[in-house]
């Protein structure tokens, strides 16, 4: 399941396409959303947000579209018009005059409004989103020892939503390694400095895979570019200490760690 980074990317995708653009064509699989299309013919997607793994797709007549790919669900940007070669089932189809976004796929779609939006189950559950650029290490480190979550083994609570939100199990694994953390501790067993450092890993190797991943060039970004240091490198030497990376399954996922460094 793509994480929190795709999802921005996906979602940057959608708006270079659509965004500000008046919509000319509206069209939903799903029969409760039928009575939306004509609704919305006309208006405009205000902004794409994202909240973790879920895409709200804002409409300038007040209405969010709430969508969440789960396993399957993936949107396409086409020339409007042209119908992509694809085995996918359309689900939502939404094109202005030069651009069209689709769905496929998604199950889990649903039109909410201003107070729908306030409540809904998903939208309510999730944590703060780790590419929120307000969201401090502060605040990591608070969430960490905070009463909910710092008796919770960090092989769990690095892919609960609840947690925090855009996490998935390649972040969860290159998190733990940059903090140089075994994946069994708990907030309340950690140091002060070992403390610090996750909460900086959490906030910064999302960042840093959101802005890098697929830049082939160091040298054209200006900076580091993400790399996985150990997800799916069983076998292969640790570039930190030189220990052998191992592989094992944690919350029913593959887990990735260095034994050498990592305690």
Known sequence: MPEGPEIRRAADTLEKAIKGKTLTDVWFAFPELKVWQPVLLGERIEAIE?????????????????????????????????????????????????????????????MLDRDSLTTHPFLQRVGPDVLDMSLTVADVAGRLLSTRFHRRQFSGLLLDQAFLAGLGNYLRVEILWQAGIAAHHRAQDLSPEALQRLAEALLAVPRLSYQTRGVVSEKRHHGAL?????????????????????????????????????H
């Not at 879920?54 to 209405?63: M, N, T």
């Not at 399957?72 to 089932?89: I, L, Q």
């Open 226 to 262: 993400f790399r996985f240091k150990v997800f799916h490198r069983e076998g292969k030497a640790c570039e930190r200490c030189g220990g052998i990376i191992e592989r094992t399954t944690l919350s029913s996922r593959p887990f990735y760690w260095c034994p050498g460094c990592q």
């Open 50 to 110: 994202t909240r973790g793994k879920a895409i709200l797709s804002h409409f300038s007549s007040g209405q969010t579209l709430y969508s969440h790919n789960q396993l399957y669900g993936v949107w396409r940007v086409t020339d409007s018009g042209k119908t992509p070669d694809s085995t996918r089932v359309l689900r939502v189809r939404l094109g202005a005059e030069d651009k069209t976004i689709l769905l496929y796929s998604a199950s889990d779609i649903e």
